[in-house]
């Protein structure tokens, strides 16, 4: 049997591994921080149309059950990505707060989506519908991870 959950899991796992880098980076060299942080945006964006067109397009059909109740709670892909180009435009002045602002939401977000939602998915879909929600999942990944600008190494 498969599930949604773990794949989302890993995704989630690779995006810190790129936050983590741009915060080595950060501490060594702010301008250079800046191209890790902008490769590190351009994957979280790829990540939430990820899950946007994947899986939100469930939201009709998952509406008014358990599924659908926690899906609302999902909504915060926007008000992530508003802190981070707040960090990205100020990078160069005092950002500790807001940096530890966006990682508490990020992770917040992460564990509610690994904990929560994408388990409850899994339990509440058949097997057809995720095996075709893991095929538009898994190509978008591919799409992503065969497209990303590699001169710094990410
Ligand atoms: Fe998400
Ligand atoms: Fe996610």
């Known amino acids: ?32 921080s800046g191209l890790v942080l902008e490769q590190f945006k351009w994957n979280l964006q790829k990540h939430f149309q990820m899950e946007e067109l994947s899986i939100y397009e469930l939201s009709e059909s998952i509406k008014g059950n358990e599924v659908g109740t926690i899906f609302d709670l999902m909504a915060d892909h926007g008000a992530i990505l508003a802190l981070l180009a707040e960090i990205e435009k100020k990078l160069n002045e005092e950002v500790k707060g807001k940096i530890q602002e ?12 690994d904990n929560n939602f ?8 058949n097997e057809n519908q995720k095996a075709s929600i893991i095929i538009k999942i898994k190509s978008k990944i591919i799409e992503k991870d065969n497209s990303k600008p590699n001169n710094i190494g990410l």
């Open 118 to 125: 994408y388990p409850l998915l899994d339990s509440y879909l």
């Open 102 to 113: 966006f990682r508490e939401a990020l992770d917040k977000h992460e564990q509610f989506e």
């Open 1 to 32: 049997m498969k599930d949604i959950a773990p794949i989302i899991k890993e995704e989630h796992a690779k995006l810190s591994k790129q936050w983590a880098k741009f915060i080595e980076e950060y501490q060594k060299d702010v301008v250079k």
